[in-house]
């Protein structure tokens, strides 16, 4: 079976590099490091999910959700918030504009995989190999 396509749009190496060794047997990572270029690859690419920062160069998270939302192309994708931005109010204006998953950094990588775990099986009837 395959793995999943999962798109990390984060700018900063450390931890996209951490997100790509969490999710080592669940998906194929792709990362794009910044906004403009991570919609440009959700538009083309066979995504099965987004894993979206806020803090971007150029075209900034909240941007990026926003277009991502509006594209019949990729309104379907499912989008997990994983930011530093602290708080219910981030966290509120995420689910606000579509997201369908939020997560602080630093996170725990057993609850980043359990959550990409949640936003792929019932979206896509797609397997993650690997999860318990």
């Given amino acids: 079976m395959a793995l999943s396509k999962i798109l990390v749009i984060e700018d900063e190496t450390s931890n996209s590099r951490l ?9 194929q990572t792709i ?23 806020i803090a971007l160069p150029g075209m900034g998270g909240w ?10 192309s990729t309104m379907h994708i499912p989008v997990l918030v994983l930011t530093a931005h602290a708080g219910d109010e981030p966290m ?14 630093p996170f725990y990588p057993e609850e980043l995989r ?12 797609v397997e993650a190999p690997g999860i318990s």
Avoid: H, S
């Fill in 63 to 72: 941007e990026v959700l926003a277009a991502l939302r509006d594209d019949p």
């Fill in 31 to 53: 990362v794009r490091a910044n906004g403009l270029a991570g919609l440009d690859y959700a538009r083309g690419g066979d995504v099965a999910l987004v894993i979206l920062d």
């Fill in 19 to 27: 997100v790509e060794v969490t999710l080592r047997q669940v998906g």
């Fill in 114 to 125: 359990r959550a990409v775990r949640e936003l792929l099986n019932p979206r896509t009837g």
């Fill in 92 to 105: 509120m204006r995420a689910y606000a504009a579509g997201a369908d998953g939020f997560m602080e950094k």
